[in-house]
Antibody, heavy 121, light 106 residues
Framework: QVQLQESGPGLVKPSETLSLTCSVS????????WSWIRQPPGKGLECIGY???????NYNPSLKSRVTILVDTSKNQFSLKLSSVTTADTAVYYC???????????????WGQGTKVTASS | DIQLTQSPSFLSASVGDRVTITCRAS??????FAWYQQKPGKAPKLLIY???TLQSGVPSRFSGSGSGIEFTLTISSLQPEDFATYYC????????FGQGTRLEIK
């Protein structure tokens, strides 16, 4: 079955760039939409952005100036970079796959287990 | 920008109870709407999509209804494994989650 696994540093210094990778197994990353979603401690869920291997990424307007999401089809991975982090970026970061191939309007069906990232000096 | 208001934020109920959670959107989002269940330390799980379609493998005691601006999630007879936090999500524009409803055992 399809599985997603987040990886990357668990600690990032304020003002630096957070970098995470989501490795996809059990299916090709081609087709479908892929997303990054985060959850600050004790708080709700926030969609950071999403991408497929053909189109442009779509970013949360509140984070757009700091976010880059890319797909690497050769490695069957997609990545997240969030620049100029502050303590407000401390969260569990999830990668997820949309339920439908051509749109995110059907929700997110498959999720990674999440990785905790702390922004602290 | 679309706003989502989920209520209640906290719900205390007993095994066997029927419970309803509501989400209201600030504008018409058709049926591009989903519900998720999240247990502590775990990733969210998709329960319902297209406002009322049960995701494969989800028990039939879960149901969703609504379209336009008001949506509900109903659990017909609470089971011990249903005590969790529930989130709504609108998908008509950039995905946005509701604030969450924490469902606890009375």
């Amino acid at each position: 079955q399809v599985q997603l696994q987040e990886s990357g540093p668990g600690l990032v210094k304020p003002s630096e760039t957070l970098s995470l990778t989501c490795s996809v197994s059990g299916a090709s990353i081609s087709s479908y939409y892929w997303s990054w979603i985060r959850q600050p401690p004790g708080k709700g869920l926030e969609c950071i952005g999403y991408i497929n291997d053909n189109g442009s990424p779509n970013y949360n307007p509140s984070l757009k100036s700091r976010v880059t999401i890319l797909v690497d089809t050769s490695k069957n991975q997609f990545s997240l970079k969030l620049s100029s982090v502050t303590t407000a970026d401390t969260a569990v970061y999830y990668c997820a796959r949309a339920r439908l191939r051509t749109t995110v309007k059907g929700g997110f069906e498959i999720w990674g287990q999440g990785t905790k990232v702390t922004a602290s000096s | 920008d679309i706003q989502l208001t989920q209520s209640p934020s906290f719900l205390s109920a007993s095994v066997g109870d029927r419970v309803t959670i509501t989400c209201r959107a600030s504008q018409d989002i058709s049926s591009y709407f989903a519900w998720y269940q999240q247990k502590p330390g775990k990733a969210p799980k998709l329960l319902i999509y297209a406002a009322s379609t049960l995701q494969s493998g989800v028990p039939s005691r879960f149901s969703g209804s609504g379209s336009g601006i008001e949506f509900t999630l109903t659990i017909s007879s609470l089971q011990p494994e249903d005590f969790a936090t529930y989130y709504c999500q609108q998908l008509n524009s950039f995905p946005l989650f509701g604030q969450g409803t924490r469902l606890e055992i009375k």
